[in-house]
C-alpha cells in the first residue's frame, strides 16, 4: 500500500523461466549503481503514474515479448543500455518518454517495436545500433533522436508520424528497412553538411551542397527539356 524504494549499490541479476509481471499504483523508481541484468520468459510493466530507472549499465534479455503500460511519463538514464527481446516490443506511456545514455545503446527485437507517447526522445552519446525484425511503428507529437557516435538502424518496415520528426547524427548514419519506410510529419527535415544519398530499386539520388545528381533510366510520356548540363554514362 506504501511506496516502494529500492536501491542496490552494486551489481543484481534477475532469472525467470517463465512470466515476470510488475503492476504499480503510482511512481515507480529504481536507482542502480552498478550493473544490472534480466533475463526472463516475457515482460509486463503496468505503472499507473510515472516510472524512472537511473542505472550504472543495464542489460535485459527476454525470449517473448515486452510490453510497458505507463500512465505518467518514463525515464530511463545509463551509461550503456542493451536490450534484446524475441518477441515484440510495446511501450505506451501516456506522458512523455525520455532515454538518456552515455555510451552505446543497443536495441536488438525479433518481432515488431511499438511506440506511443505524446513526446519521445532519445539521446545517445555513443553508438546507436537498433535491429528490428519486424515493422518498427512509432506515433508521437514530438519524435527525436540525437546520436554522437555512429547510429545504424535496419527494419523489416518503418512508420514514424508526428507534427515534429527529427533524426540528429553528429556521426555516420546508417538505416536501413527491407520493407516500406514511411515517415510523416508537419515538418521532416533531413539535413547533412556533407553528402545525402537515397536510393530506391534502380534509381540512386545523390544531393550535396552544390549538385543534384539522379542516377536512373529516364522515360517521359511527352516533351522534356534540360536547361543545365547532363551528363550520360
Not at 510488475?22 to 499507473?48: D, F, H, L, P, W
Not at 534479455?61 to 503500460?69: E, H, L, M
Not at 539521446?123 to 546520436?147: I, L, R
Not at 555516420?172 to 508537419?186: E, F, P, Y
Request: charged fraction near 15%; glycine fraction near 16%; charge should be neutral.
Amino acid at each position: 500500500a506504501n511506496d516502494k524504494t529500492t536501491t542496490v549499490g552494486s551489481s543484481e541479476s534477475h532469472s525467470v523461466a517463465g512470466n515476470r509481471n510488475v503492476a504499480t499504483a503510482q511512481v515507480y523508481t529504481k536507482n542502480t549503481a552498478g550493473g544490472e541484468t534480466y533475463s526472463v520468459g516475457t515482460r509486463n510493466v503496468k505503472v499507473a503514474a510515472n516510472k524512472s530507472i537511473v542505472a550504472g549499465a543495464e542489460t535485459i534479455v527476454i525470449g517473448g515479448a515486452r510490453i510497458f503500460s505507463v500512465g505518467g511519463e518514463q525515464g530511463i538514464e545509463a551509461a550503456t543500455l542493451v536490450r534484446c527481446v524475441g518477441g515484440a516490443k510495446t511501450e505506451l506511456p501516456i506522458g512523455g518518454e525520455a532515454r538518456k545514455v552515455k555510451g552505446s545503446n543497443i536495441t536488438v527485437i525479433g518481432g515488431a517495436l511499438l511506440q506511443a507517447a505524446s513526446n519521445s526522445g532519445v539521446s545517445v552519446a555513443g553508438m546507436n545500433n537498433e535491429a528490428v525484425a519486424g515493422p518498427k511503428v512509432v506515433s508521437c507529437t514530438n519524435y527525436g533522436v540525437d546520436v554522437t557516435g555512429v547510429m545504424t538502424e535496419s527494419y523489416g518496415a518503418r512508420l514514424v508520424k508526428g507534427a515534429g520528426v527529427d533524426h540528429i547524427g553528429k556521426g555516420a548514419i546508417n538505416i536501413d528497412n527491407s520493407g516500406a519506410a514511411t515517415l510523416s510529419g508537419a515538418n521532416v527535415v533531413f539535413k547533412a553538411s556533407g553528402q545525402i544519398t537515397i536510393k530506391a530499386g534502380g534509381c540512386t539520388i545523390t544531393l550535396t551542397p552544390g549538385s543534384v545528381e539522379v542516377d536512373a533510366n529516364f522515360e517521359s510520356s511527352g516533351a522534356a527539356s534540360n536547361s543545365s548540363g547532363e551528363k550520360y554514362g
